[in-house]
């Protein structure tokens, strides 16, 4: 893909913006989905659903003006923990903070108006694209549910800027076509536009360039990254694609059955990744295999266990190779790794990672 990695100078710049803060603080957040729930046989038998543990009691921060990539493989609760930090779905335990507001502390008209300034950017822009609406429309509406300070002839004058600034031009021809006359890429530049309209200041992008061909992800994620520059947005940026996240984000966490077990800058998450999982996803990108002393080839094996019977300990003992060359370590089985500082900005939720890599101990 022809997306330059960043350069020093910018990287100083995201250092400035390391500074400035935190946008949105999660704590020991959960999200749990009740799937089934089976007929109750006598009257006083409880209820038998099951759940589905999407998020696991995860901590962490995104911080102002960075691109924090959430990467993991599928079902591993990255579209959750995105709904649930913009309050589109309800989280079971824990809190979410919003520049130092816990959000389970506003009212709704305080929610409402703060849906404005966090954003939602869709895998699919269909799905966010009304297609009985004109792009004149799909771009008002949301001006008009929260900005109903505006003036008609203000909306026009900001419709027609977000179109120029996504590239749909020229303005007043493309404000009058539907979804069905523009492109899969047109879609998502028109989709990016009626998210960025409402000039959010924190945007969680689902994988948005997922679905579109390859010759056109570059253009979209370049539309992203030039959107935010010399501003305060922070992106989330939600991918499967560990080399993608490298090349964009500021910081990668990575998820495995709804828990964070790895987070830090992106290079040290890809270059010197510290839980067994993340070694795992990082030796099967070619060039980064390419470019280690050594080959550092893990397989990961077997399925995915449920997230309906999470594995106790290590929730990543039943397909951990290290938990194998260590000879399947009862701690492994028994505790669960917290989160711990591997070296400056980077934490990992390992018993065997860091620097002394002595073990947790089981009665700790
Ligand atoms: N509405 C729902 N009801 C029940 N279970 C759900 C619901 N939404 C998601 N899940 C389940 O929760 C878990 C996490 O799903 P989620 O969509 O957050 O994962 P994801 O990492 O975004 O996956 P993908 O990469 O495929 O988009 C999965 O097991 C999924 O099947
Ligand atoms: S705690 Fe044990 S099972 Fe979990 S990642 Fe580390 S070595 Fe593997
Ligand atoms: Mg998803």
Redesign the pocket.
Known sequence: MNLEKKTMEEKVQEQRNADRGKTIEVNDLY?T???RKKRKKAKNQAGDDEC????NGVTMDIRTGEILA?V????????????AILNI?RSSSGTIKYHGQDLSKLSGSQLQSLRQKMQLIF?DPYESLDPRQSVYKALEEPLDIHRKDMSPEQKKERIYKYLEAVGLHPAETMAQRYPHHLSGGQRQRLSIAATMILEPDFVVA??PVSMLDVSIRAEILKLMLDLQKGTDLTYMF?T?DLSLAWLIADRIAV?YL?KLVEIGQADDVVHRCMHPYSQALVSVIPKIREEADEDKGHVLRGETP???SIPSGCCFHTRCWLYQEKGCPEVCRQKEPALVTVGGDHQAACHFAGPEEKGGDLHG
């Open positions: 999200v989905y009740n799937v589905v543990h999407a998020v959430v993991g493989e599928s079902g591993c609760g990255k579209t959750t923990l995105g709904k779905i895998q689902d994988e939600i499967h998820f709804g449920s997230p309906m």
